[in-house]
Nanobody, 124 residues
Framework: QVQLVESGGGLVQAGGSLRLSCAASGRTFSSSVMGWFRQAPGKEREFVAAISRWSGGRLYYADSVKGRFTISRDNAKNTVYLQMNSLTPEDTAVYYC????????????????WGQGTQVTVSS
């Protein structure tokens, strides 16, 4: 299990950018698949992006964020990032970082470790 703490959320105008960070503690970060999910008010938590363990050579994105968001990881810093560009009001949500061991996945239920979330609000 890893402990996860997100940061970098905030209020931004449409078209702007934010970079979220997720700092992990524990020995299994490098061997964990890392994911970003989000949950808007009244909606279910949904997948945003994921990166494979170790070198992070496999990247996965929700269709709604492809070409705008980029996930990356720095194993030396035990940190995973989500660079978000061209933000729209539809991106407003609480963003969660999550980790899992084993094979790659984009499913909420497959991730066992979660952060507390960071609010992203995009104004029009």
């Amino acid at each position: 299990q890893v402990q996860l703490v997100e940061s970098g959320g905030g209020l931004v105008q449409a078209g702007g950018s934010l970079r979220l960070s997720c700092a992990a503690s524990g020995r299994t970060f490098s061997s964990s698949v890392m994911g970003w999910f989000r949950q808007a008010p009244g909606k279910e938590r949904e997948f945003v992006a994921a990166i494979s363990r170790w070198s992070g050579g496999r990247l996965y994105y929700a269709d709604s964020v492809k070409g705008r968001f980029t996930i990356s990881r720095d194993n030396a810093k035990n940190t995973v990032y989500l660079q978000m560009n061209s933000l729209t009001p539809e991106d407003t949500a609480v963003y969660y970082c999550a980790a899992k061991l084993g094979v790659d996945s984009t499913h909420v239920g497959d991730f066992g470790s979660w952060g507390q979330g960071t609010q992203v609000t995009v104004s029009s």
